[in-house]
């Protein structure tokens, strides 16, 4: 018998068939009949419509047409064996198996005899009535033996297999730090839009089971039967409840899920509750079965518009799976209950995440930098599987600034009245706005799930005024509140009383608070909110353990707040809030608000910058370098099976095309080009490139052979700028981004444990202007410098605060090393209020540092917010972009524009940023302030005056006899504080010492040492350490007769004299700033060295005009009357209703004109000091006015005043210095004094005429342009304790004039990794030396001693490189030299012998005195031979040789006698002027002492020979070693005598965000004098010009 495998013809079959359940039904598509085919008589064999089946492949195990009963086999590894012998009639078979086929419309049909049992068609030799028989059996009515049930039975495939898993979008699930198992691939994402057609859909193949492995079914048969195949939703990865969650796996009208389910309504298994899917699809040749797929060349399905509905645009679900079953019914596959069923076929996909919008942009604001450029920064909102990143968009409005937006308001408080328009900004003349303040978080309790309290604490840099409103971004859902939330919510604290109410939007999560009418909060006052945990803000569950209404608090109804956090951020753990920036803007009569004075910023153009991308779209983070523009490449035109596991998206993934657009509107993939592609169902290949940020074409599904092979598009560009440029403005790329997480970067200071030569321990101390945040990062660089134990993920550490001394938690430290340098890297774990000081010290071993580069006192530490925070700077010229959104496609059509964005000074611009992935874009964030493009500000104009300051001081004396040592005391009283560091000198001539005397001891607490120089005939007071030598106090210092200070030879010594102290009161004038050129402070050098070399310090000197010249604010009203020495003032006590005035203690305050400087708060009572920054204490009332005048507690006036005066409260106010002396100038701060313009000599020339009718008009010898026609007066004392500043460096790279002995720089240049606008200070102070202490001058390193000096009375010295030695001091350890002449030669080394030969690599070779060789190889020493005869050592000459002069050396011999020889030479002097090799001799001595043939003395001589003159200045000549550290000190000559004249330097230059000006250098100078001749009886007026005259309030012309 034989048993063959047919198929019927009707097997695609008609309406009218019957189902699997024998129901007719009318869609077409169940199992056929066959029947009528199998039995009909008309055919000879009974086959009519019916055939052997073939096999589906035309590879693999069938290969020719005589492989085809292969179909059906008895075995796996059997071609034929479907013939059997008869047996007792009886024919059995086993092992039949079906191979190559699969589908419905199949019957086993076996025959008696068959002719051939090879052949394709057994056909019996016996009648056909009786000669076969069918399974299914065809029933009684048809010849069969039972009743019929079914007409033919279905082959299901072996296996499936996924030959592409869902996904194109969001995270790599498996390039997780905890994988995810989705497609298997690293750097292939593994999302899908919720709602969205996916964008790599599934694909599924068919395989069988070969003779030794599976197999594909690669053939085009399209006759193997109808096998309906569909995909759902695994059930148990959405908890066994996807019907509730909302989740429905859809398709369009051209290709859905589900076969035999044409209905909209979702299917559910038995015993759940789980939708299985939903299909609106209709039958025909879109039928959803398995056939033959073109783009993969298998049998198989490929999904085309497969799509996950959520509940609404929000809700999304982390890892979910799709099932892909085939068999005769898939609406009815619930029948599938394990994997040893035998009913269907089934392949699981890896998981993949529905995820939606990404979250919002947070901490948006934007700061003018740079020349007409602007820095915009924001942190990215939380970024989880649910709410995957890929880029931002920022967008720019320019402002019109007339009519009613951003115009000048009549109502705004003008400046004070000089002339100067009333303010559009807030900011006008001292930056160009985008003001906000930092704010801090913190919570109580942290307990998950429990309502907490919000502490909200800011630290004001600008006032806040009544009417003014604060916007605060809470970012939630960092915290949970359900947006039907009902209560009420109010804040609580000190701050109560100060705002008239609390708005907070559910929605957007912003609090807002108005400022109650007449209220202030000066800046620096601490400002804490607290929002009650009635308010119902509840702290989020990292195990997402809500409960049901559970801790959501009485007044919100949402059930399911687990549900809510799951659905929009998955299993991620959320953290609410920490920092946060606030937005103040202010009503049209505020004096504050960068918000165009909350007018409307009516836009009248609109700018997209390119759009900003990390590296990497596919994980949970924002890192790295930046990168703009779109960068995206071409997706595969196959599906490959078996799957691709080891390309990158989007290489080797077939892309879909469906969706209402794209960013790649390439023709090629218009439907009308791809007739015969079913997957292309738009005109737009919607397929963007979320794996690489999205650009143009990144990826397409459309004509095959049109993009053979991959397409490749890079129209993005990386941004290749490095941070310190892109931060100095010098980037090539504009605009230019810095990498994430970058910040402003801050100076820091460093002190270091040594032990055994190595630091062992290091003290870092920062102190930062705005908050310390948890989670900050500062990497403290270490140049050439490397840990034994190499790189350290912990190094033990512990913060401290300075004021405090209490120890923060949390903050932790590590060591990272790269290319032989170093990084301490310190994270802070507790938030530090802005202005306060922490130190960081490194346990003592944590770290065994070696370096070999100088270690710093101070550096700059590069700053990382820990936030991934954006900061996007752009200026004018910046590239711009263009887009459309549509549904699915955030940035369609992204493209570069052609086009610049032009920027002009003093335009007006709002700034919005909107993050998007590769389906949404989020919700934009909106800048309610706008900011200014500006200009960097004007050159100073000239320096008035440089004046160090002095004191008169009276002396008396123990002994008066001449030439004994005697006691002196010293009274004096200081008109300004010194404080630890400063200098005292009184010049005492005629007093006398042995020599310099250090350390006195003066038993004094402020000046408890001092030093005395004989030579200088200067005794010097210092300021102890931690000490202050208080203004207006008497101090009497007595220096005693044990320092051994003589007194004068003549009898006779002053009483008193004028002593001069390190401090100097720098003087200047300026332009008046311009809003599109205003000033942030200036920064002033100075230096002692007069060629801007060396010993440069930085000091910043800020100068806020925007609040008028005298920046002050009202505090309150005096209480009580102060006389002129009363040390405490008296206010109302606000801890009775608001909050204290401990903040005041440091700060000033002032009434009337003077100022006084807050030492202690009690209550409402301030402890002061009077007469602060030059102002002079006087009597003060509590009201003036006379008569009946009496003041309340509030300060409202009463009574009647005298005649011709008014009742006045006395106000008081907190007071701000800056650089601008509101006491100099007509115009209290301010003056016209211009000059004169037109006439002789003509215009421009003529700023400074020669005339006494001139000088109302003031001089302007330099030309200088006062656009406002108003110039303004700047003073600044620079004493030590000033804080230093590490901003610049010593000379920049444009418009310099610089060389190796001069350099004078124009233009200041930031340091690397310095930010415009910024200048970075630290702990470190500024130190002024003192005339009187030469060891305290200032030195820089120069070079080493060559030859070591072993005597105090030689001046002839050799050092390493003497050519910069001329005419300058020398430090050697601590004794000065006077080089006199530039160097010459001398004689560096003697030795006996000669080097010959090659040294080994690396080394090289040497000769010792006694002719031993040294660096291996074939070095040698010659002659061989040694000297002999030497009885005794001696000393060495050049006689009359060389030309030089001064030479001499000693030798030594050893073995005295006939085989003595010279075994060391001591040069002590090595002589100086030589123009050749001298010859070396013996002097004296050496009897007897012979030298080999070919033997001689060999000299080693030096061009670095100075002569000096030692022990100068009074200190003492001393020995000293070779390689001693020599120094230059740097206080330049005097021409007429060899004593350094102890000279500062100074120059300045103005800042502000947008950079900095010109330098400007102090020069004291005549320029004109007018007569130059006299008449000889006198009594002429002489006029003299002159520069750096004058800086008095009487003499500023």
Not at 663 to 685: C, E, H, M, R, S
Not at 698 to 710: D, L, Q
Not at 712 to 726: E, F
Request: charged residues 15%.
């Amino acid at each position: 018998s034989g048993a063959g495998l047919v198929k019927a013809d009707d097997s695609t079959p008609t309406n009218g068939t019957l189902n699997g359940d024998g129901v007719t039904i009318g869609d077409g598509h169940l199992l056929p009949a066959c029947v009528g085919q199998a039995v009909d008589s008309s055919e000879h064999d009974q086959m009519a419509g019916m055939s052997q089946a073939r096999c589906a492949t035309t590879g693999g195990e069938c290969t020719a047409f005589s492989d085809y009963e292969q179909t059906l086999s008895s075995s796996s590894d059997t071609v034929s064996g479907t013939t059997v012998a008869v047996v007792a009639g009886v024919s059995s078979w086993t092992g039949l198996q079906a191979r190559y086929t699969f589908g419905s419309g199949f019957l086993l049909r076996f025959v008696l005899n068959p002719t051939n049992s090879t052949f394709e068609n057994l056909t019996t030799v016996h009648t056909a009535q009786n000669g076969q028989m069918f399974l299914p059996d065809l029933g009684t009515a048809n010849g069969g033996s039972v009743t019929a049930q079914y007409n033919s039975m279905l082959i299901r495939p072996f296996a499936l297999e996924v030959a592409q898993h869902p996904g194109g979008d969001g995270v790599d699930l498996d390039g997780l730090a905890t994988p995810v198992q989705a497609d298997g691939t690293v750097n292939t994402p593994d999302g899908v839009g919720a709602s969205q057609p996916f964008r790599v859909q599934p694909a599924i193949a068919v395989k069988g089971m070969g003779t030794s492995s599976e197999y594909y079914f690669e053939h085009a048969w399209d006759n193997h039967g109808h096998l309906p195949v569909t995909a759902v939703i695994r059930s148990d990865t959405c908890g066994s409840d996807c019907v509730n969650k909302g989740l429905v796996l859809t398709g369009t009208t051209s290709t859905g899920v589900s076969l035999t389910s044409l209905t909209a309504t979702a299917r559910v298994e038995t015993g759940t509750n789980d939708a299985l899917a939903n299909y609106s699809g209709s039958g025909g040749t879109s039928d959803v079965e398995l056939a033959y797929q073109g783009v993969m060349s298998k049998v198989g399905f490929v999904w085309q518009d497969l799509k996950v509905l959520t509940r609404d645009s929000d809700t999304g679900f982390e890892g979910l799976k799709l099932r892909f079953v085939c068999g005769y019914d898939t609406d009815n596959h619930q029948t599938w209950v394990s994997a040893t069923q035998t009913t269907y076929t089934a392949v699981d996909s890896g998981y993949f995440d529905v995820f939606t919008a990404p979250s919002v942009p947070l901490n948006l604001h934007v700061l003018s930098y740079g020349e007409l450029g602007f820095r915009v920064q924001f942190d990215p909102g939380e970024i989880v599987r649910l709410k995957p990143l890929s880029g931002f968009i920022v967008e720019v409005d320019f402002c019109s600034q007339s009519g009613g937006s951003c115009a000048v308001q009549a109502d705004t408080p003008a400046w004070p009245q000089i002339g100067v328009p009333s303010r559009r900004l807030y900011s006008d003349f001292h930056t160009g706005g985008g003001r906000v303040e930092e704010v801090a978080l913190s919570y109580y309790p942290t307990t998950p799930a429990v309502a907490t309290e919000i502490n909200i604490t800011m630290y004001p840099k600008e006032h806040i005024y009544g009417g003014d409103t604060i916007q605060i971004s809470l970012n939630l859902p960092g915290l949970w509140r359900a947006a039907d939330y009902s209560g009420s919510c109010a804040i609580e604290g000190a701050f109560v009383n100060y705002f008239t109410g609390l708005t907070f939007d559910n929605v957007t999560s912003v609090l807002t608070l108005t400022m109650v009418d007449g209220k202030r909060i000066p800046r620096g006052q601490p400002v804490s909110l607290r929002l009650p945990s009635g308010c119902e803000f509840i702290y989020p569950s990292r195990e997402m353990s809500f409960a049901a209404g559970v801790n959501l608090g009485a007044n919100q109804t949402q059930t399911n707040l687990a549900d809510y956090q799951s659905s929009r951020y998955g299993s991620s753990v959320l953290t609410p809030l920490q920092h946060a920036f606030a937005y103040v803007t202010g009503s049209t009569s505020s004096t504050s608000g960068d918000n165009c004075k909350n007018d409307t910023c009516t836009v009248s153009s609109t700018h997209v910058l390119p759009s900003l991308q990390d590296g990497s779209s596919m994980d949970v983070s924002w890192s790295g370098t930046q990168q703009f523009g779109g960068v995206g490449s071409a997706c595969y035109q196959q599906i490959d099976a078996p799957f691709d596991t080891s390309s990158t998206f989007p290489y080797r993934r077939f892309c879909a095309m469906a969706g209402t657009g794209s960013n790649d509107p390439d023709a090629n993939d218009d439907v009308a080009d791809n007739t015969g592609n079913v997957y292309v169902t738009t005109n737009f290949g919607n397929s963007g490139d979320n794996g690489a940020p999205i650009g143009q074409n990144p990826g397409r599904g459309g004509k095959v052979e049109v993009f053979s092979p991959i397409v490749a598009v890079t129209t993005g560009t990386t941004l290749t700028d490095t941070s310190s440029s892109c931060r100095a403005g010098t980037n090539a790329q504009n605009p230019c981004a810095l990498p994430a997480g970058e910040d402003f970067n801050e100076a820091v200071t460093l002190n270091y444990t040594w032990t055994n030569g190595n630091v062992t321990a290091v003290l870092v101390g920062v102190t930062r202007e705005s908050f310390i945040s948890p989670g900050q990062v500062f990497t403290v660089p270490f140049a050439l410098t490397s840990n034994a134990a190499g790189a350290a993920s912990s190094v033990d550490c512990t913060a401290t605060l300075v004021s405090t001394s209490v120890v923060q938690e949390g903050w932790t430290c590590a060591w990272t090393e790269s290319s032989g340098n170093g990084n301490l890297v310190i994270t802070a774990g507790t938030s530090i209020a802005p202005s306060t000081a922490v130190q960081i010290q490194t346990s003592d071993g944590a770290v065994t540092l070696t370096t070999t580069s100088v270690l710093p006192p101070t550096t700059l530490s590069l700053v990382n917010t820990g936030t991934s925070r954006v900061s996007y700077i752009f200026k004018n010229g910046a590239s711009a972009a263009t887009y459309t959104s549509a549904d699915g496609d955030p940035v369609g059509t992204y493209s570069a524009s052609s086009s610049t964005i032009t920027i002009a000074a003093d335009d007006i611009l709002s700034f919005r940023v909107f993050a998007y992935n590769g389906r949404f874009k989020s919700d934009t964030t909106t800048t309610p302030v706008q900011s200014r493009a500006i200009t960097k500000p004007d050159d100073p104009a000239y320096f008035s005056e440089v004046r160090q300051s002095s004191v008169g001081v009276q002396l008396s004396y123990g002994s008066t006899s001449a030439g004994e040592a005697t006691n002196i005391t010293i009274q004096a009283q200081f008109a300004e504080d010194l404080i630890n560091g400063s200098y005292v000198t009184l010049n005492l001539a005629g007093f006398t010492s042995a020599s310099i005397v250090r350390d006195i001891a003066t038993g004094h607490t402020q000046f408890s040492t001092a030093q005395w120089n004989a030579n200088l005939t200067s005794l010097v007071l210092k300021v102890a350490e931690g000490e202050t030598a208080v203004a207006l106090t008497d101090y009497t210092i007595v220096i005693p007769a044990s320092a051994g200070i003589l007194y004068p030879s003549t009898g006779t010594a002053p009483s008193s004299l004028i002593a001069l102290i390190a401090t100097y009161t720098i003087s200047w004038v300026s332009p008046f700033p311009l809003t599109s050129k205003p000033r942030k402070g200036f920064v002033v050098q100075t230096t002692t060295d007069r060629n801007w070399n060396t010993d440069i310090q930085t000091t910043v000197v800020e100068d806020k005009l925007n609040n008028g010249v005298s920046d002050k604010i009202l505090l309150d009203y005096l209480q009580e009357d102060m006389t002129d020495n009363t040390t405490t003032l008296v206010v109302n006590d606000p801890t009775q209703v608001g909050p204290s005035l401990d903040w005041l203690i440091g700060n000033y305050v002032q009434i009337s004109d003077e100022v006084m400087r807050v030492e202690a708060v009690s209550g409402g009572t301030l402890t002061v000091r009077r007469s602060r920054r030059s102002t002079r204490a006087v009597a003060h009332t509590q009201i003036t006015g006379g008569g009946t005048c009496a003041c309340s507690t509030a300060g409202n006036a009463s009574g009647t005043a005298d005649s011709g005066q008014s009742c006045a409260c006395t106000a008081v106010y907190v007071s701000y210095g800056q650089a601008t002396n509101p006491l100099v100038g007509s115009f209290n701060g301010f003056d016209r004094l211009i000059g004169t313009a037109g006439a002789t000599p003509g215009a421009g020339a003529d700023a400074c005429r020669i005339g006494s009718i001139y000088w109302p008009l003031g001089c302007n010898l330099r030309g200088v342009a006062y656009t406002s026609g108003l110039r303004s007066h700047q003073g600044f004392l620079l004493q030590a304790g000033n804080r230093k500043s590490n901003w610049l460096s010593n000379c920049g790279s444009t418009g310099d004039v610089c060389t190796s002995v001069l350099c004078k720089c124009e233009t200041p240049t930031l340091l690397p990794d310095m930010d415009m606008g910024r200048p970075v200070t630290s702990d470190d102070i500024v130190y002024l030396r003192s005339s009187g202490d030469p060891l305290q001058w200032s030195n820089i390193p120069l070079t080493d001693v060559a030859l070591e000096i072993n005597s105090a009375t030689v001046q002839n010295i050799i050092l390493t490189d003497g050519s910069a030695a001329a005419a300058s001091y020398l430090r050697v350890d601590d004794e000065l030299l006077y080089v006199h002449g530039a160097a010459s030669r001398g004689v560096l080394a003697i030795n006996l012998y000669q080097v010959t030969g090659n040294a080994d690599a690396g080394d090289s070779c040497a000769c010792s005195l006694t002719g031993n060789s040294t660096g291996g190889g074939s070095c040698a020493c010659f002659p061989q031979e040694v000297m002999t005869g030497c009885t005794e050592g001696g000393t060495l000459g050049t006689g009359d040789t060389g030309g030089g002069t001064g030479f001499s050396a000693t030798f030594t011999v050893a073995n005295a006698g006939p085989s003595g020889y010279i075994d060391s030479i001591t040069i002590t002097d090595p002589g100086h002027s030589f123009i050749s090799i001298p010859d070396i001799s013996i002097a004296t001595g050496g009897t007897g002492c012979t030298l080999a043939t070919f033997q001689s003395f060999l000299a080693t001589t030096s061009s670095n020979v100075v002569q000096t003159e030692r022990g100068a200045l009074g200190t003492t000549a001393a020995t000293h070693s070779v390689s001693t550290s020599v120094s230059k000190i740097t206080w330049p000559l005097r021409d007429s005598v060899n004593v350094p004249g102890t000279q500062y330097y100074f120059r300045m230059a103005a800042y502000n965000d947008a950079g900095l000006s010109n330098y400007l250098y102090f020069t004291h100078a005549i320029t004109q004098v007018n007569p130059t001749i006299l008449s000889t009886f006198g009594g002429d007026t002489i006029e003299i010009t002159m520069e750096g005259g004058g800086g008095s309030p009487e003499n500023t012309t």
